[in-house]
């Protein structure tokens, strides 16, 4: 009735609903603009001329692309175009206009990963098979610094920020790269590479705001001094929602901080320095079921992690010429971690030495030193428990690198690393790359290589009584001081090709074969002495082979010089062999990476410094454990984001982003207890440097 006052919303569910409702419809308002703005290209075609002041000058075209240096492929710099392996670029740029607020995020659109969120802080990101929130397989470095903790070779991503506007880009290696970087290189290894600070000069501003993203702030000032001395500062904090579960409302929220620095100091035209450090400090909201006395799910228990952690890096570089160079870089890192299940602390000390000088006129040699000390204390809480409690274990490796360009169109790497580890000893890993020019626009390059991942804290030292209502174990999960490392054969072949000026492809196909994966196996039960209660013993042991082979390709092509389209299509196909009693585990894993996955990337520039971005992904079936076992598993899914931005001028840019726009939420990975539906959302973004 007119001039009656709408009454309040007392029912959650129908607040909740509402909600879902509004985001419904900016959902398919942002959807329409997308289409609406991709279908007049062409009228934009005919407006717009080339040389318009709104085209992306900051943006390379495709065939710059393919030229752009990486280092993380032979540790020295190569064109994209030229390296033998299957590598991608992940820039500032594409960070920025994918929307991602987080590093898993700005992941995903990389052919041959395969990224997920479990819950709202828990994400899988793996390479080349082998999904799970523990994807203990690929290495991940920041500025060359390790991140991954050897209590189960994996990353906790969630402890894992970035002041994203601070990255200069990120490389991504599908593929072995153990005979530069040592073990649990084993499916890809991902380098974050962080900005000179000459290059964030001045002061730079963001806030943003949204359904999920519930607020975020982050500040950076860069100076310079006398000498060459450049630095910066920075702060950063934010506050996520959680997700959707099942059970109710899931307890996944995610709060954190995060200062850090950098100086880059150029004392002569051949020596360089650099300082670099950050800490944070967190809060984690974890999904847990509980679980009554007759061992049955219940609702969602609501328990939370501390993390925190703080590094400092430095790294001297001397050129002595084009082809010849020194480097030596220390870190120290301190990593704690509260939770629910176990207290650890982990410092890490490494050295490295790398030198690299031309042996011949057409021979380029590399070789390195690297010496890393890890000091890790783990107290676990209830059922969790790591014999010793405290760890220190050291690592001294060293490689060899020969490449040898038999001819100006072919080009041959030889290398290999040799480490010795307190979990395994000896480890030999060798690779072998060729890439051969068969034209200025067409490259073919293979590779074999060995890798090894090497035996986790867990594995090695872990005790876990899981008992059932009446307080008798069921079983004992024990560690396995025998544990070998797992061990891989990369047979890799790739082919890319500058079809045309605005159009390029990057095609990989790579067959692995793995001996010795971890396996559950029963031991033969008896008696505890000291409860007199009867143990089932549950050891792991190295009695998995597997099989995983796939095809990687990406596409780019761009109608106009500000329009620019990408596909990505990503295939994988997993066989695992269990020599033992973990037909289960191996069933699982086959079924954990979506043997399809399929992504297109549109990045438009229209006039009036307005900015259009669509991300569509659509992923095949996955199953977890326990879908197996009752016959169920996690759908396939399609999803849409959306940003659209607004240069308001140089150094002032406004950001509306929509989340997975086609539904109202989606599960992406996990066992049904644990896994949290990722919702539709928004969040603007305000930006501002000057």
């Given at each position: 009735?007119?001039?009656?006052?709408?009454?309040?919303?007392?029912?959650?569910?129908?607040?909740?609903?509402?909600?879902?409702?509004?985001?419904?419809?900016?959902?398919?308002?942002?959807?329409?603009?997308?289409?609406?703005?991709?279908?007049s290209?062409?009228?934009?075609?005919q407006?717009?001329p080339?040389?318009?002041?709104?085209t992306?000058?900051?943006?390379?075209?495709?065939e710059?692309?393919?030229?752009?240096?990486?280092?993380?492929?032979?540790?020295?710099?190569?064109?994209?175009?030229?390296?033998?392996?299957?590598?991608?670029?992940?820039?500032?740029?594409?960070?920025?206009?994918?929307g991602?607020?987080?590093?898993?995020?700005?992941?995903r659109?990389v052919?041959?990963?395969h990224?997920?969120?479990?819950?709202?802080?828990?994400?899988?990101?793996?390479?080349?098979g082998?999904?799970?929130?523990?994807?203990?397989?690929?290495?991940?470095?920041?500025?060359?610094?390790?991140?991954?903790?050897p209590?189960?070779?994996?990353?906790?991503?969630?402890?894992?920020?970035y002041?994203?506007?601070?990255?200069?880009?990120?490389?991504?290696?599908?593929?072995?790269?153990a005979?530069?970087w040592?073990?649990?290189?084993?499916?890809?290894v991902?380098?974050?590479?962080?900005k000179?600070?000459?290059?964030?000069?001045?002061?730079?501003?963001?806030?943003?705001?949204g359904?999920?993203e519930r607020?975020?702030?982050?500040?950076?000032y860069?100076?310079?001094?006398?000498?060459h001395?450049?630095?910066?500062?920075?702060?950063k904090?934010?506050?996520?929602?959680?997700?959707?579960?099942?059970?109710?409302?899931?307890?996944?929220?995610?709060?954190?901080?995060?200062?850090?620095?950098?100086?880059?100091?150029?004392?002569?035209?051949a020596?360089?320095?650099t300082?670099q450090?950050?800490a944070?400090?967190g809060?984690?909201?974890?999904?847990?079921?509980a679980?009554?006395?007759?061992?049955?799910?219940?609702?969602?228990?609501?328990?939370?992690?501390?993390?925190?952690g703080?590094?400092?890096?430095?790294?001297?570089?001397?050129?002595?010429?084009?082809?010849?160079?020194i480097?030596?870089?220390?870190?120290?890192?301190?990593?704690?971690?509260?939770?629910?299940?176990?207290l650890?602390?982990?410092?890490?000390?490494?050295?490295?030495?790398?030198?690299?000088?031309?042996?011949?006129?057409?021979?380029?040699?590399?070789?390195?030193?690297?010496?890393?000390?890890?000091?890790?204390?783990?107290?676990?809480?209830?059922?969790?428990?790591?014999?010793?409690?405290?760890?220190r274990?050291?690592?001294?490796?060293?490689?060899v690198?020969?490449?040898?360009?038999?001819?100006?169109s072919?080009?041959?790497?030889?290398g290999?690393?040799?480490?010795?580890n307190?979990f395994?000893?000896?480890?030999?890993?060798?690779?072998?790359?060729?890439?051969?020019?068969?034209?200025?626009?067409?490259?073919?390059?293979?590779?074999?290589?060995?890798?090894?991942?090497?035996?986790?804290?867990?594995e090695r030292?872990?005790?876990?009584?899981?008992?059932?209502?009446?307080?008798?174990?069921?079983?004992?999960?024990?560690?396995?001081?025998?544990?070998?490392?797992?061990?891989?054969?990369?047979?890799?072949?790739?082919?890319?090709?500058q079809?045309?000026?605005?159009?390029?492809?990057?095609l990989?196909?790579?067959?692995?074969?793995y001996?010795?994966?971890?396996?559950?196996?029963?031991?033969?039960?008896?008696?505890?002495?000291?409860?007199?209660?009867t143990?089932f013993?549950v050891?792991?042991?190295?009695?998995?082979?597997?099989r995983?082979?796939?095809?990687?390709?990406?596409?780019t092509?761009s109608?106009?010089r500000y329009?620019r389209?990408?596909?990505?299509?990503?295939?994988?196909?997993?066989?695992?062999?269990?020599?033992?009693?973990?037909?289960?585990?191996g069933?699982f894993t086959?079924?954990a990476?979506?043997?399809n996955?399929?992504?297109?990337?549109?990045?438009?520039?229209?006039?009036?410094?307005?900015?259009v971005?669509?991300q569509?992904?659509?992923?095949?079936?996955?199953?977890?454990?326990?879908d197996?076992?009752?016959?169920?598993?996690?759908?396939?899914?399609?999803?849409?984001?959306?940003?659209?931005a607004?240069?308001?001028?140089?150094?002032?840019?406004?950001?509306v982003?929509g989340?997975n726009?086609?539904?109202?939420?989606?599960?992406?990975?996990?066992?049904p207890d644990?896994?949290?539906?990722?919702?539709r959302?928004?969040y603007g973004?305000?930006?501002?440097?000057f």
């Amino acid at each position: 009735m007119r001039g009656t006052s709408p009454k309040p919303v007392s029912d959650p569910g129908q607040a909740r609903g509402d909600r879902k409702h509004d985001l419904r419809t900016l959902g398919r308002c942002m959807l329409a603009a997308c289409l609406l703005t991709l279908g007049s290209s062409s009228l934009l075609a005919q407006q717009q001329p080339e040389n318009s002041s709104t085209t992306a000058l900051k943006r390379l075209s495709v065939e710059e692309l393919m030229d752009v240096q990486v280092t993380s492929v032979s540790k020295s710099r190569e064109s994209l175009a030229g390296a033998a392996a299957a590598v991608a670029i992940v820039s500032n740029e594409d960070i920025r206009r994918s929307g991602a607020t987080t590093l898993p995020d700005a992941l995903r659109f990389v052919p041959g990963l395969h990224v997920a969120n479990e819950t709202a802080d828990s994400w899988v990101v793996s390479s080349r098979g082998f999904s799970g929130v523990n994807s203990a397989k690929l290495l991940v470095l920041s500025d060359t610094r390790s991140i991954y903790t050897p209590l189960f070779s994996g990353v906790f991503w969630e402890a894992q920020d970035y002041f994203l506007e601070d990255i200069d880009h990120i490389e991504v290696i599908r593929g072995p790269g153990a005979a530069l970087w040592g073990s649990n290189a084993v499916n890809g290894v991902i380098n974050i590479l962080t900005k000179n600070a000459a290059d964030t000069q001045g002061e730079y501003l963001e806030t943003a705001a949204g359904t999920q993203e519930r607020v975020s702030a982050a500040a950076r000032y860069g100076g310079e001094s006398a000498n060459h001395l450049y630095y910066r500062v920075f702060g950063k904090y934010f506050d996520q929602g959680a997700a959707q579960h099942p059970a109710g409302s899931s307890p996944d929220d995610w709060q954190l901080g995060h200062v850090g620095f950098r100086a880059d100091w150029h004392a002569t035209s051949a020596d360089a320095l650099t300082v670099q450090g950050d800490a944070y400090d967190g809060r984690v909201g974890q999904v847990a079921p509980a679980v009554n006395v007759l061992g049955r799910p219940g609702p969602v228990g609501k328990l939370r992690a501390a993390v925190g952690g703080a590094n400092v890096l430095g790294r001297w570089q001397h050129s002595s010429g084009e082809n010849a160079d020194i480097q030596l870089r220390l870190y120290y890192d301190r990593t704690h971690r509260n939770d629910p299940t176990f207290l650890d602390d982990l410092d890490t000390v490494d050295l490295d030495f790398q030198q690299r000088f031309t042996a011949a006129r057409a021979q380029e040699l590399t070789w390195g030193l690297n010496y890393r000390s890890m000091h890790d204390r783990n107290v676990g809480k209830g059922i969790f428990n790591l014999q010793p409690a405290s760890s220190r274990d050291n690592l001294v490796s060293g490689f060899v690198q020969d490449q040898i360009s038999l001819r100006d169109s072919l080009r041959v790497t030889l290398g290999t690393k040799l480490e010795h580890n307190d979990f395994s000893g000896f480890e030999v890993q060798p690779s072998v790359r060729a890439a051969w020019d068969l034209s200025r626009r067409r490259t073919v390059w293979g590779a074999v290589s060995r890798a090894v991942r090497v035996p986790t804290r867990i594995e090695r030292d872990v005790a876990i009584d899981v008992t059932n209502p009446l307080g008798n174990p069921v079983a004992r999960l024990l560690g396995n001081r025998d544990f070998h490392a797992e061990e891989l054969l990369a047979f890799e072949l790739g082919y890319r090709w500058q079809a045309l000026e605005n159009l390029s492809c990057d095609l990989a196909a790579f067959h692995n074969r793995y001996h010795g994966l971890a396996s559950l196996e029963f031991g033969t039960p008896f008696i505890d002495p000291n409860t007199g209660q009867t143990v089932f013993p549950v050891l792991n042991r190295n009695l998995t082979d597997a099989r995983t082979e796939g095809f990687e390709a990406l596409a780019t092509y761009s109608p106009r010089r500000y329009w620019r389209l990408s596909l990505t299509y990503t295939y994988t196909d997993m066989s695992l062999d269990p020599h033992g009693q973990d037909v289960n585990r191996g069933r699982f894993t086959e079924g954990a990476t979506p043997r399809n996955q399929i992504g297109v990337r549109s990045s438009l520039d229209l006039p009036g410094g307005f900015q259009v971005d669509a991300q569509f992904r659509s992923l095949s079936a996955i199953r977890s454990l326990p879908d197996i076992l009752t016959g169920q598993g996690i759908p396939g899914y399609n999803e849409l984001d959306v940003r659209l931005a607004w240069q308001a001028w140089k150094q002032l840019e406004i950001s509306v982003d929509g989340r997975n726009l086609l539904h109202d939420h989606h599960v992406e990975f996990g066992a049904p207890d644990q896994r949290s539906a990722m919702e539709r959302s928004v969040y603007g973004k305000i930006a501002w440097g000057f």
